[in-house]
């Protein structure tokens, strides 16, 4: 009876209105890179202090699991993790979008996310303290190994290219170790550079690595950025649920693996997600269909970083340890207000929990409706958008989300530089995607693994540490199943994926000696490091060096060479422009302020992406349109969100 009176106290006019407020925001951030769910529940605490508890913390999961969804939009539409979490969302979702699925895609990605936070919540109502037990099993070496099976999705997301994905992620990882050590506290990488210390940003690295060779391909030719035409045949609605329907099994396995990683601390949505599509994959009766724009891959990201909103809940209200940055602002809130996080939680103050609670269940369910209105014409105008609009938008959008994470313009400079490399490196056929897996899971697997060999260390059975736990035993034999899968089925199916890029010897052998003199730089960087800061680094780049040692042997035993300007390495005039103006305008916004280097490259871009033969009417009319949008971001940021913008010339 008691549990039926909290769920008419969720449903009061108020509840259910700042419920729908926290998605619709919530949806509207997440789908911003760089606007993340922390920074939106970080400023909104202060105003929930005026409310009731329950009230102010269904405001704040409302907000949380809208920017966990919101993700997606930016994912499906620009090949952009809106939030870390939708990192493998893109694999399937702009692949989707470019054969011009994209309505279909964020249905798909709408009711996988509904139907994992679900999961997620339902756990947490009824299974929270016996599920937090779980995170208490989890030590060092669990961690180490959860992230060495993240890493495994290589394997499937390479085949046929398994050397360039594994460099790849030795790239990514050695990134993650940039700055001071986990463990240890030695600075490592920073080659005297202070902005370095404190690393890489996850979020702006995301930004710049997926996004700006969307940004420099964009302008390359004037094809259209999605195909819009093709995507009006049938309801994507319709189609939409048909196939959540058939691929049910998907989604509850898909959402209870998302609830279970969210019980971890420090794991996240990216984790739930990398695992639950390295295992929709797996168990897929049509694995090479992934990467290319398979639904079960949205199917299986989308609800299972959505059901860590519900999962990461439980040892924050049970143990009082907040699973991810979100978690941990909520809890200083529960603090606030007097409540006391703990086993005795439930039964003390039952009323606000679960009051709660089922507010972050109904906000779920209205990220239905949202979701799909709002992803409808998202779609629609993305597609339509003409590029002279579109690339200067999406160029603004991740300078600005770069910036917006630290309010530090050093973010952007990262953000710019990232993605430039690794627009040359997709050119010789180095896919982005390992390098984010390898920066998103190197802090997790570099402090497991530390942690594990100091403990090993000191007892005398470093071995018995890595290996001789039940949980560790089990996460390594699917680690090495995922890692395997791929590649026995691409042979069983005699499936031949061509690397074409190994055509060419001269540019290869360029690429692995580059990587190769880069790897023994590095090495030579930590002579003066102790031995916890050296360990994890140093093992990362003597297989680097290995594996380009292996690749370089296989590209000169290639029989055929292709022409160099095949690669398309060189950028044409137009891509050049864009590279220049976006370095430009990374360089300057602290001397001209924001909003001036914002005008200044926003009209630039525009100009640079015009295919028609320019008009004065329609530029003075996208003249207008960058001043609006420009005023408009400078004063969400700076009045709303309260952020420290760079005054310049014009501010």
Not at 251 to 277: C, D, E
Not at 563 to 582: D, H, T, W
Request: with cysteine; aromatic share 8%.
């Amino acid at each position: 009876m008691d549990l039926l009176s909290y769920l008419v106290e969720a449903l009061t006019p108020l509840n259910l209105m700042l419920a729908l407020v926290g998605v619709i925001a919530g949806t509207v951030i997440g789908a911003m890179p760089g606007l993340s769910a922390t920074m939106a529940v970080a400023v909104l605490v202060p105003f929930t202090y005026v409310m009731g508890p329950a009230s102010g913390l269904i405001v704040l999961g409302a907000i949380y699991t809208g920017a966990i969804y919101g993700g997606a939009f930016a994912a499906i539409l620009v090949n952009t993790p809106g939030t870390p979490s939708a990192i493998a969302t893109t694999f399937d979702g702009y692949p989707m979008a470019k054969q011009g699925k994209g309505a279909l895609a964020i249905s798909l990605a709408t009711f996988a996310s509904v139907g994992g936070g679900l999961v997620g919540g339902i756990a947490l109502l009824l299974l929270a303290p016996p599920l937090a037990e779980v995170a208490l099993a989890f030590g060092p070496a669990e961690y180490f190994w959860m992230a060495v099976f993240g890493l495994t999705l290589i394997s499937a997301l390479s085949v046929g290219n398994t050397l360039k994905g594994l460099i790849g992620a030795c790239i990514g990882l050695i990134l993650s170790t940039v700055g001071v050590a986990v463990v240890g506290g030695d600075v490592r990488f920073t080659f005297d550079q202070v902005s370095l210390l404190g690393g890489i940003d996850i979020t702006s690295a995301i930004i710049g690595l997926y996004c700006m060779p969307v940004i420099i391909d964009l302008v390359a030719t004037k094809t259209p950025h999605l195909n819009f035409a093709s995507a009006s045949g049938e309801s994507s609605l319709t189609s939409a649920f048909q196939l959540i329907i058939k691929r049910k099994f998907n989604l509850f396995r898909s959402s209870v693996i998302g609830t279970i990683v969210g019980i971890l601390p420090g794991a996240g949505g990216s984790i739930a997600g990398l695992v639950s599509y390295t295992e929709a994959r797996r168990s897929s009766k049509e694995s090479e269909q992934f990467g290319k724009g398979a639904p079960d891959g949205i199917i299986a990201t989308e609800s299972a970083n959505n059901a860590t909103v519900g999962g990461g809940f439980i040892p924050t209200l049970v143990l009082g340890i907040p699973g991810t940055p979100p978690d941990a602002i909520i809890l200083g809130a529960l603090l606030v207000q007097g409540i006391k996080t703990g086993p005795t939680l439930f039964t003390e103050q039952g009323s606000i929990v679960y009051t709660f609670i089922y507010g972050l269940l109904i906000a779920t369910l209205l990220m239905l409706p949202v979701g799909l209105i709002l992803g409808k014409y998202a779609y629609k105008s993305i597609a339509k958008t003409p590029k002279q609009l579109l690339v200067p938008t999406v160029a603004f959008l991740t300078v600005i989300g770069s910036y917006a994470i630290h309010s530090n313009p050093h973010d952007t400079f990262v953000m710019f530089s990232l993605g430039v490399v690794a627009w040359v490196l997709s050119k010789f056929g180095f896919s982005a995607s390992p390098i984010v897996l390898g920066l998103v899971l190197g802090k997790i697997a570099e402090q497991g693994f530390v942690q594990t060999y100091l403990i090993g260390s000191a007892q005398g059975r470093v071995l018995e540490m890595f290996f001789g736990r039940p949980i560790s035993i089990g996460i390594i034999l699917c680690a090495i199943f995922a890692l395997v899968f791929p590649l026995w089925m691409a042979r069983k199916k005699k499936v031949v994926t061509q690397d074409t890029t190994l055509n060419h010897k001269t540019s290869n052998i360029v690429m692995t000696g580059l990587v190769m003199v880069v790897g023994g730089v590095l090495l030579t960087q930590m002579g003066g490091m102790s031995p916890l800061g050296s360990v994890f680094p140093s093992y990362i780049l003597y297989a680097m060096l290995g594996i380009a040692a292996l690749l370089l042997v296989k590209s000169l035993k290639s029989s055929s060479e292709t022409k160099f300007s095949e690669l398309c390495v060189v950028p044409n005039g137009r891509q050049l422009g864009v590279i220049v103006v976006v370095g430009g305008w990374t360089l300057s916004m602290s001397t001209l302020g924001f909003a001036l280097s914002s005008l200044l490259a926003f009209t630039l871009i525009m100009l640079i992406a015009n295919f028609d033969k320019p008009k004065m009417i329609p530029m003075l009319k996208n003249v207008s349109v960058s001043v609006v949008i420009v005023g408009a971001f400078y004063l969400l940021m700076k009045e709303v969100l309260l952020l420290r913008m760079p005054e310049g010339l014009l501010f």
